[in-house]
DNA sequence: CTATTATTAGAGTATATACTCTAGTGAGTC
DNA sequence: GACTCACTAGAGTATATACTCTAATAATAG
């Protein structure tokens, strides 16, 4: 593998371990054995590495949201659309964490991520548009589709942020993908008054899959069993 | 005043225009004008400051949040309640945009701030009870309500950080407390499926005085002209 | 007035961080 | 064999950052 993929992909993991504010270019140069001398002949600075790995986060989110309008949408597609934005999320955890600082140190970054959170929120109504078609939910005004759409985006990204910092438990509490997916759980919990009669059950039952088994706010525990997963 | 009040209220302040990571313990002293032995003698690190900081956010809070047991709650109430909590967070906006550096790198305000997490659920939970006890919202089962609630926290924490980064437009687009109290207008939105017929007309008039004069997603702007504020 | 304590200034320090510079090495090309 | 060129090592640098130390000054109590 080229030394500059080596680079990306080290830094990608040092950044979702410890988070980017902890991670200095020696530090990756370290990990990787190389000199620091080397990974600036292949990068700029620190900020162009983040910059090319948003763009691969891009790229990847980009794909899982590309919506079929050749067909009506099912739960299947809703499942995997769900399912696909909290793999990305998780892939590239550390960027959500420090979002604002990494904006305001690259234009170009800023910029790329303002066109990147508008074409996922499009997408989010269109999904809830094509939801609609489906007669899987109720037709609803143009308004607060789109005021519907940009509260899950906010329940999306900010998910992650929550289970960490609300979730104290230091040493035990370790963050996983299926916590990070829990998450679901909390994006069909506002979708539910909109469900048809048709499909009320099924996605009731595609929502129980998903329910925290962490101790909720009042430190109960979920007894679900999270089975299949 | 106090030094030591000053420098918390320097800290704030800066950490509030630059952030908190832009923000060096010399820079505050520099800015009050006093050494950075000076401050030092007052507090024993940058996270002390924080931490402070942190406690007069949470006094605010839970005062703000404290829910009346003896009558039932009226709209005003809720009113209150939402202009309160986005009040705090314009005082103490630092705080959440590096939550998890700043929990990272402080035990006791790491374990406060879960605390302070379960609270604010609580009493939003109670909102939605007493909300349901007046008749201003329909019933709800107690899982739901705990999973709306966890929406609202989400969506309220995000909301800044969805202004400050969604909406790149650098020298112009200076984000305001009027822009951060549109989050009620989302809010809101979550609590329209569950609105009594009574009181519908009247919330939903409510909500559309906070609704965004930003451009949305889709470019457009609102017309709507937001009076009396 | 004296002794003590609280407060402050300001120079200084150890470490970290992002990044640079020079001197190569090794694989291919003519 | 000379030359090129992508790539690499590793020492080095300017600056920043959090924090310390000493000495001095103001405030206060006896």
Redesign the pocket.
Known sequence: M???DKILLSSLELFNERGER??????I?AHL??????????F????DIIYEIFLEYEKLVDFYLDIPENRPMTLDDLTFYLESVFDGLWSYRFFHRDLEYLLDSDQRLREDYRQFTERCLAAIRRIFEKLAEADIIHPQPEDLRSAMSLNVWLVITNWMAYLKTAHGCEGEGELTLTHLKQGIYQVLTMEIPYLTPDYRERVMALREKYRPDIPDANGRVALAANDGR
Not at 22 to 27: A, D, I, L, M
């Open positions: 080229k030394t500059r902890n991670v200095t270019t020696n530090h140069a054995a190389i000199s620091p001398g080397n990974l600036y002949y292949h700029r600075n620190k900020s």
